[in-house]
């Protein structure tokens, strides 16, 4: 069983930048994809960005050039580096894991969550 917390939420001005991060507990986090998702008020949980096992990362068009996800294996923990803020950023970030994930961008396929972070960008 993997159990997943964020950190790094918080309330920032247009432009700036939050780190989030994502720690693992339980299981073979280095075996897993994991993924970043949002959910903002009133919208669907959407993919902001994914990293697999190997290293590989996808990012959601909105958020291509701002947002960097990387992953410490030794630290179990993986992070979004989010600069440029916009307002529309403003929702619930998750961060997710899977073993079998064969599409990343789909939630369906990521198996443990953790409990969100609240990030909020005032213009």
Do not use: H
Request: glycine residues 14%; contains cysteine.
């Amino acid at each position: 069983q993997v159990q997943l917390v964020e950190s790094g939420g918080g309330l920032v001005q247009a432009g700036g930048s939050l780190r989030l991060s994502c720690a693992a507990s339980g299981g073979i986090f280095s075996s897993n994809a994991m993924g970043w998702f949002r959910q903002a008020p009133g919208k669907q949980r959407e993919v902001v960005a994914t990293i697999t096992s190997g290293g590989s990362t996808n990012y959601a068009d909105s958020v291509k050039g701002r947002f960097t996800i990387s992953r410490d294996n030794a630290k179990n923990t993986v992070y979004l580096q989010m600069n440029s803020l916009k307002p529309e950023d403003t929702a619930v970030y998750y961060c997710a894991a899977g073993k079998n994930v064969r599409f990343v961008g789909r939630g369906s396929e990521y198996d443990y969550w953790g409990q969100g972070t609240q990030v909020t960008v005032s213009s």
